[in-house]
């Protein structure tokens, strides 16, 4: 009965969204205020239907209902609470549902915060958003219903696929949407503003906390990801340069560039045309990631449900949405009125050097994913495409965005003076050389790549420092004149000063895992030793357990250092017997600077165990740097000035205050 | 600068920008591609030896054998057609069972596969896309929908 509600539920938010589609658009367009004023019951109403279609599908999977098909196939009654909940959006139509809920929320706080939206510019972007639901509501009712009934309904389910049985994958995939869906809403502003002809600042205040929460929660997604990656799949590894994590990874590129050009408009009034294709690229590729990951038209280390006819729906949706966006682009940008003039040297400047470079990247990877699909489709020639292709094409598009990245903020808007930035970067100089220094002394003996990689890591930690100790005159005035000044300075500086440091810190773990990373395999009875990087790991003992669903083997793994104890960890090999799967659970023991990585491969007590040890310096850096650009972001989020319900008519005089405020 | 000719400067940057990325793709491709192979295909083309490829498959029933020391394996790729030895050093993946769809990448030296990598998919029922083309190719498919 529940399962039903939630169907029904769900077919009343698409007529919902039918309605919120097309009268709020002819209401702006014939400035009818009631037309218009529809939008907003109708975004709440829309998000209370899905509200329920999602509660429907959760309890039936708390519940254990296998009458219901979709429960039956991916869950099971012995699983842990958590892993029924998340096994709501563990399999492809649930993870469908969860993506409408986040579309439909994100409407529904427009139509809650945006109380100060000019009435057309709120009514136009509130339609556009519902028709994308409208799409994706149709797609799921259409070809991926997850509320059809099996009769007569099995025992027990079938178990969700014990990978995805996990604290990391239960709220990946959340955060992920989140992210690609927020961009929607950058989608949304920018068709708006599209229909009416019109791009201000006051345009750019409103898109750009969207954008921000949609890239937060993109960054941490990918993090999870990838963290998942590191210590479930049991390769020592964090990033494949996969397909599907390619899918993930540009709409994070083109939202960035969008996050910063975002800027200008709101703080120049430059750049309009040129955000506003942005916004639609970014939630292009946002598309373009859910069509390849449901499409399977790729072949990836990671799995998903497969089915063609669901991908060419989705293409479809893809080619609709973007390709109409585009035209409405290419009709209306011509007509926008020219922004505000900047030298090439200047804070814009740097900001468009910035988008270029992140397009240009954008563009590696996405060719590198691509190719292969396109040699397929044209000469049946099947190749791949891996991290070497990556290695030489998308990292020396960072080089220079690196390198600019520490000289960009110092630059003055409209007219910046480059020497004046060179010599206060001196700090950046000094802190880049001594790292390399000290790099090149502790590696001597080994290839020069890593040096490289931290002497840019040290320009930008430098460079970031220096800029924002100017900002509160550090130094240079008395500390307590600093720390006021410090106060007093804008959250959305304290934001942009963190993602910068993160990403610097970042480098380093990326380039030091990369270049030191030492494997060891080894097959291993009871008692045997062997040595990685200076430590000592013994198979102690390897005993037979149960779990809740699973059975497990769990190795005890005792590691010393010069012969001292250091800890024990515990690798598991696991069994899941309903979907005759065995798992692989690593075992790490971190410091600060570096992971011993260890898991357990097949084995038995005569023969002994396949061992593989890893370790793998600086990766806790990775992890590090992505938390502190999450947190930068959250803080830049929190900024006054920001806020999403902010009064609207101030803006103007707020653009004047923050100008004078940056160039100060 | 007139805002036009600025303009120009612009788009003039984007595309010299675009170029040279097209550039070091088509560059990085040509040493970089890993081109894929069904035992059947590697009978009458010749490869590198030096070159990283892949070959695609299903092992081949009880051909999996280990090594004395426990860390290598060897095994038989095929496409019910022709197959191919390989050997590989270090943990297979969870999913690698005899009967099921692989992938090896690594050098052929001399009729023999030595494999750097062996992938095998998560889900069970999931059989790597080109290795469900070659199975169709040497008219040996007979999978269900799930490809």
């Not at chain 1, 700090?427 to 880049?432: P, W």
């Not at chain 1, 650009?629 to 707020?654: E, Q, T």
């Not at chain 2, 788009?11 to 040493?31: C, H, K, P, R």
Request: glycine letters at 8%; a positive charge.
């Amino acid at each position: 009965m529940i399962a039903e509600l939630g169907h029904y539920a769900l077919v009343l938010a698409l007529l919902i969204a039918l309605v919120q589609t097309t009268v709020p658009l002819y209401g702006a367009a014939k400035n009818d205020f009631s037309l218009m004023g529809v939008a907003q019951p109708a975004a709440t109403a829309q998000f209370i239907a899905i509200a329920i279609a999602f509660g429907a599908l959760t309890h039936a999977y708390v519940t254990s209902d296998f009458s219901v098909i979709n429960v039956a196939e991916n869950s099971h009654s012995l699983k842990p609470l958590l892993y029924k909940i998340s096994g709501v959006w563990g399999n492809h139509e649930g993870s469908m549902i969860l993506w409408v809920l986040i579309l439909a929320l994100f409407g529904f706080a427009v139509a809650q915060f945006g109380i100060h939206l000019p009435p057309t510019l709120k009514a136009r972007v509130l339609s556009v958003q519902a028709s994308i639901g409208v799409a994706f509501l149709g797609f799921i009712l259409l070809t991926s219903n997850p509320f059809l009934r099996l009769d007569p309904a099995p025992i027990d389910g079938r178990d969700l696929n014990p990978l995805l049985q996990d604290p990391g994958l239960a709220f990946h995939p959340p955060m992920l949407y989140l992210g690609y869906v927020g961009f929607s809403m950058a989608f949304s502003f920018a068709v708006a503003a599209l229909i009416e002809g019109r791009v201000d600042p006051a345009w750019a205040r409103w898109v750009r906390p969207w954008t921000l929460a949609a890239w937060i929660a993109l960054t941490a997604g990918i993090t999870l990801g990838s963290w998942w990656a590191y210590y479930e799949l049991g390769w020592g590894g964090w990033w494949y340069w996969d397909p599907v994590e390619n899918a993930s990874f540009m709409p994070w590129l083109s939202g960035t560039a969008l996050l910063h050009s975002a800027v200008v408009v709101e703080k120049r009034d430059a750049l309009k045309s040129w955000t506003i294709l942005l916004a639609i690229l970014t939630f292009a590729l946002s598309l373009m990631g859910t069509f390849l990951v449901r499409s399977g038209v790729l072949t990836s280390v990671h799995a998903f449900a497969v089915d063609p006819e669901r991908g060419l729906y989705i293409l479809a949706i893809l080619v609709l949405f973007v390709g109409g966006a585009l035209i409405m682009f290419a009709l209306r940008a011509p007509s926008m009125k020219l922004g505000g003039l900047f030298q090439p040297i200047s804070r814009e400047g740097g900001l468009v050097m910035n988008n270029l470079l992140l397009s240009v990247a954008t563009a590696t990877v996405f060719i590198g994913t691509l190719y292969p699909l396109f040699l397929d489709a044209t000469t049946g020639q099947k190749v791949s495409v891996g991290p070497p292709f990556f290695n030489a094409t998308f990292v020396p598009v960072m080089i220079p965005l690196v390198l600019l990245m520490a000289i960009g903020p110092m630059l003055a808007w409209k007219r910046g003076d480059l020497s004046a930035a060179m010599s206060r970067l001196w700090f950046a100089v000094a802190l880049s050389f001594g790292i390399s220094i000290f790099v090149f002394w502790l590696h001597s003996d080994e290839p020069l790549t890593p040096v490289i990689g931290f002497a840019l890591a040290g320009w930008l930690a430098g460079g970031t420092l220096k800029e924002f100790a100017d900002r509160i005159a550090l130094f240079r005035d008395q500390l307590s004149k600093s720390l006021s000044k410090a106060r007093r300075l804008p959250r959305s500086a304290y934001g942009m000063t963190l993602a910068h440091l993160g990403l610097s810190i970042f480098i380093c773990g990326a380039v030091a895992d990369s270049a030191w990373r030492t494997e060891v395999v080894i097959n291993a009875k009871e008692r045997n030793t062997t040595s990685i990087a200076g430590f000592e790991a013994e198979l102690e003992t390897v005993d037979r357990l149960e779990g809740p669903n699973y059975h497990l083997e769990r190795a005890t793994v005792v590691i010393r250092k010069n012969g001292e104890y250091v800890t024990r960890v515990f690798p598991e090999r696991r069994f899941y017997p309903v979907q005759q799967m065995p798992t692989t659970e690593a075992a790490i023991y971190t410091t600060f600077l570096a992971d011993i990585y260890v898991s357990l491969g097949e084995g038995s007590k005569d023969q002994g165990w396949t061992l593989r040890l890893w370790y793998n310096p600086l990766i806790p850096w990775i992890w590090a740097g992505c938390l502190i650009m999450v947190l930068g972001g959250l803080i830049s989020l929190s900024d006054r000035r920001l806020r999403i319900g902010a009064p609207f008519k101030r803006a103007h005089k707020k653009v004047k205050e923050n100008g004078l405020l940056e160039n100060a | 600068m007139t805002p036009k000719r600025r303009r120009l400067t612009m788009v003039g940057l984007g595309l010299l920008m675009i170029a040279a990325a097209t550039a070091l793709a088509l560059n990085a491709f040509e040493d970089t591609l890993v081109f894929f192979y069904s035992p059947t295909d590697l009978i009458d083309t010749k490869t590198n030896p030096k070159k990283q490829i892949r070959v695609g498959g299903l092992v081949e029933e009880k051909s999996l054998l280990k090594s004395n020391d426990g860390l290598s394996v060897s095994f038989t790729i095929t496409d019910l057609d022709n197959s191919l030895p390989v050997i590989f050093k270090g943990a297979l993946p969870d999913l690698f069972r005899e009967g099921q769809g692989v992938v090896a990448e690594g050098y052929l030296v001399g009729g023999l596969f030595q494999a750097k990598h062996v992938l095998a998919k998560h889900d069970e029922n999931y059989m790597p896309k080109e290795v469900a083309d070659s199975l169709k190719k040497s008219g040996k498919w007979k999978g269900g929908n799930k490809q």
